[in-house]
């Protein structure tokens, strides 16, 4: 019987290369080039030493605190509370359980940036509240900042800082008012108050949401109104005030229409 012709012998399907143990055996096992092989084991030794560095080595460990901002907290308070632990991995610090540790313990602090200084010290920028407003409490003084946030309470009144006396009655709309919606009408007032008027203020009277009254320096005051229209009032004080200087009453709860009486 006759053999396959050439053109037969040439259709014959070709094994496939490159797989051992296949088409005969044809394929061929590449090992890894010397290169490759030599930079993933550089890659693992560089890795495997910067977690050393990090994690295992005395070098990038905390060994310092540093606090910044404070005016009356101390920073030996400030860095008590915070609690960082010294001697740890600077790397492995939760900043974040530290600031919140200092914004929950410390209501004075109004925010606070935790970070690393490297190679070995933490950083704690402390940002503190200011207080607007002052409650009267007993012989104590309770802290109010401009968000109607009570923070603190001392015994002696920060100079500068007006007092505020609710004397709410049961005046047409009072009852529509809590009382924590009038302080923040108080210190809504407080913030729009010119800077010449502000300095002079002694107190501030509450008496319903649409009755703020300003205790000044001489005895003078102001019936400011509700905390409406708080730009406008303030431009027509400062100007009432020049017109008449000697009045000892004016009124800029209608902003315009100021009136002011007395001397």
Do not use: C, N
């Not at 005051?221 to 009032?233: H, I, L, R």
């Amino acid at each position: 019987m006759a053999g396959p012709t050439t053109a037969e012998r040439g259709a014959r399907p070709k094994p496939v290369s490159g797989h051992p143990g296949e088409g005969g055996g044809g394929g061929r096992f590449r090992l890894p080039r010397p290169r490759l092989l030599i930079a993933v084991t550089a890659a693992a030794v560089l890795t495997g030493a910067a977690l050393w560095a990090l994690y295992g080595s005395q070098w990038l460990r905390v060994g310092t605190v540093t606090t910044s901002g404070t005016e009356v907290l101390s920073r030996a308070e400030v860095e008590s509370v915070a609690a960082v632990p010294l001697g740890e991995p600077l790397v492995s610090v939760d900043t974040d359980a530290v600031e919140s540790r200092l914004l929950r313990k410390l209501p004075r602090i109004d925010s606070v940036d935790v970070g690393r200084s490297w190679p070995d010290g933490i950083s704690l920028k402390v940002i503190e509240r200011k207080p607007a407003l002052l409650i009267e409490k007993g012989a104590k003084f309770i802290e109010m900042d401009a968000e109607g946030v009570r923070f603190a309470t001392v015994e002696k009144a920060p100079r500068g800082v007006p007092l505020l006396k609710m004397t709410v009655g049961q005046s047409a709309g009072s009852g529509r008012f809590g009382t924590d919606r009038l302080m923040l009408e108080a210190v809504a007032v407080r913030s729009e108050l010119p800077g010449a008027v502000a300095r002079e203020t002694r107190a501030l009277r509450v008496r319903s949401y649409d009755s703020v009254l300003l205790e000044l320096t001489g005895g003078r005051t102001v019936m400011w109104g509700s905390g409406e229209d708080g730009p406008a009032k303030a431009r027509a004080l400062t100007a009432l005030m020049k017109a008449v200087p000697k009045a000892g009453h004016f009124d800029v709860s209608a902003p315009t229409a100021p009136a002011a009486s007395g001397s």
